[in-house]
């Protein structure tokens, strides 16, 4: 009698710490989404894209200032659908065609994107003091790119579909591609991992031999049998089924989730679901996903116990933005962009993003990022993701039409 009485009470117990933790998530959904949508109205109003409200209040609301909302890793899954979403968007906006006569342009500014951070992250990695395998991993995370909050501002711009923006988007994959290799390459020969260069590349090769296949063949075909099915949304649903499913893939052969969600959106950009599929996809994009999205990348930010390294961070934050900024723009100048389109393509390739996180943990668990730098390199990171909206604001200017802000 005893021990069902106790069991009993634990059940109570459990089913209270439950009750709890949905209604402290619900609250900081509730607060996010709120927070989000002011914040983005309030920068629209500065002259300043919606973007970067987001950005910012994410900070505001963080453990940095106000400490209203820490990160989870149901906020994290959340932020995860958000950026997958917010590049599908992005591929099925892309005119195939237009990325074609690019790829030129897209390799050039690319490799520009890499060459200059690479030396550039070295060389201020030894003036700190860090080691050489040290120095060269700094250098190597400068050079990786995230676009996915390039991506939202020229969409604020109306520039979603301009040259520059599909030349980013292309830079960005070579990017991912390149700096993927150049980290496998680095951990086989100098970090604790077991990595296998041939296997990495390999890899990558498969990848997009199979992007190609399934996007010209599959998708087409996945489409056509799954949306007559009586059932409600079917169309978006094997829309979303084709994105989660090249994300997947693409994360299982070591390429950024990021850049399956852009393949699927391209590939099903050329099928006769297009409109349907963006007009759908968008209001469950940026009602809940996007916003978290924007908000996560704030949380990581903590100021405490820095006071030693604000040099560190101002000089690699300096680094970071001047390199990419350069060597992507004279990669698109020297493959016949204006001035003016060079640094915007430039200024569209500064974000590191989630990219650059992503490659933060891999560093530091393979020890080829110092401990006690972890944290000043999280926040460089997200210092690029602020600064590129109002980067790419001042030099690509005002859309030439009205557009309705996606908030």
């Given amino acids: 009698m005893e021990s069902s009485v106790r069991w009993g009470k634990k059940g109570e117990e459990k ?11 619900f609250a900081k959904l509730l607060l996010i989404l709120f927070s989000t949508k002011l914040a983005g109205d309030l920068s629209v109003r500065l002259g300043q894209p919606s973007v970067l409200g987001k950005l910012i209040v994410g900070i505001v609301i963080g453990p940095a200032f106000l400490g209203w909302i ?65 120095a060269l991993f700094l250098g190597l995370l400068l050079s990786a790119t995230s676009v996915s909050i390039s991506v939202q501002t020229l969409k604020d711009l109306g520039q979603l579909k301009s040259r520059e923006s599909v030349t980013i988007l292309g830079a960005a994959v070579v990017d991912d591609i390149l700096v993927v290799i150049l980290l496998a390459f680095m951990m086989s020969l100098m970090g604790t991992g077991d990595v296998s260069l041939g296997l ?51 994360e299982e052969l070591g390429v950024a989730g990021i850049i399956g969600a852009f393949a699927a959106g391209v590939s099903l950009s050329n099928t006769a679901y297009k409109k349907e599929v963006e007009h759908k996809v968008e209001p469950i994009a940026y009602a809940i996903f996007v916003p978290v999205f924007f908000v996560s ?22 680094i970071a933005i001047l390199t990419k900024l350069a060597g992507s723009g004279l990669g698109a100048r020297l493959t016949g962009f204006s001035r003016r389109s060079s640094l915007g393509i430039g200024s569209g390739m500064v974000s590191r993003g989630e990219v650059a996180l992503i490659f933060a943990a891999i560093g530091l668990e393979s020890q080829l990022l110092a401990p006690e730098y972890f944290t000043s390199v999280v926040i460089v990171i997200i210092l690029t993701t602020l600064v590129t909206p109002p980067l790419l604001k001042i030099i690509l200017g005002e859309k030439k039409e009205e557009v309705k802000e996606s908030a």
């Fill in 15 to 25: 089913t209270c710490l439950r009750q709890v933790k949905c209604l402290l998530f």
């Fill in 70 to 134: 820490e990160t989870s890793a149901m906020i994290e899954e959340l932020s995860q659908i958000g950026v997958l979403l917010l590049m599908f968007i992005a591929g099925l906006e892309t005119d195939m065609q237009e990325l074609n006569r690019n790829r030129n342009s897209s390799i050039a500014v690319a490799v520009g994107g890499i060459i200059l951070p690479l030396a550039g992250g070295y060389f201020g990695g030894l003036i700190f003091g860090l080691d050489t395998q040290n």
């Fill in 200 to 250: 990495v590349i390999g890899k990558k090769v498969f990848f997009f031999a199979a992007v190609i296949l399934l996007g010209w063949k599959l998708v087409p075909w996945v489409m056509k049998k799954l949306a007559p099915l009586r059932v409600t949304e079917s169309v978006i649903s094997a829309a979303l089924i084709v994105c989660f499913f090249f994300a997947y893939m693409a």
């Fill in 297 to 318: 990348i704030g949380l990581n930010v903590s100021f405490e116990g820095l006071g030693n390294q604000v040099g560190f961070i101002l000089l690699t934050t300096l």
